[in-house]
């Protein structure tokens, strides 16, 4: 049974930083991606950030520059740092698996989709206050 527990959220003034982690267990695939994706109250769920079992990254418009998706094979954990918050980045943080994945994350031309996920965190909620 694969499991995503993420963990990190919290409330942050504006301009400030948090670090989201996310522990992953039951499963080792050879080739993944894993990602996060955020949910603002009344939007749509949106990607943020990828990497893969190779460890390349890449992001979205959004947040590239102040956002760092890593991973630590060892603790099996996928961590997402954030700087520069702002208050409409409020929301729920989800980490996601994609385990059908054939091929390598590209730098700078992010693809990861909502569609693509095959298994989903609970969620951790991040709050920006201005």
């Known amino acids: 049974q694969v499991r995503l527990v993420e963990s990190g959220g919290g409330s942050v003034q504006a301009g400030g930083s948090l670090r989201l982690s996310c522990a992953v267990s039951?499963?080792?695939?050879?080739?993944?991606?894993m990602g996060w994706f955020r949910q603002a109250p009344g939007k749509e769920r949106e990607g943020l950030a990828e990497i893969d079992n190779g460890g390349t990254t890449s992001y979205a418009d959004s947040v590239k520059g102040r956002f760092t998706i890593s991973q630590d094979n060892v603790k099996r954990t996928v961590y997402l740092q954030m700087n520069s918050l702002q208050p409409e980045e409020t929301g729920m943080y989800y980490c996601a698996a994609d385990v059908i994945f054939v091929g390598r994350v590209v730098p700078g031309h992010f693809s990861l989709d909502a569609n693509d996920v095959d298994y989903w965190g609970k969620g951790t909620l991040v709050t920006i206050s201005p």
């Open positions: 039951g499963y080792d695939y050879s080739s993944y991606r």
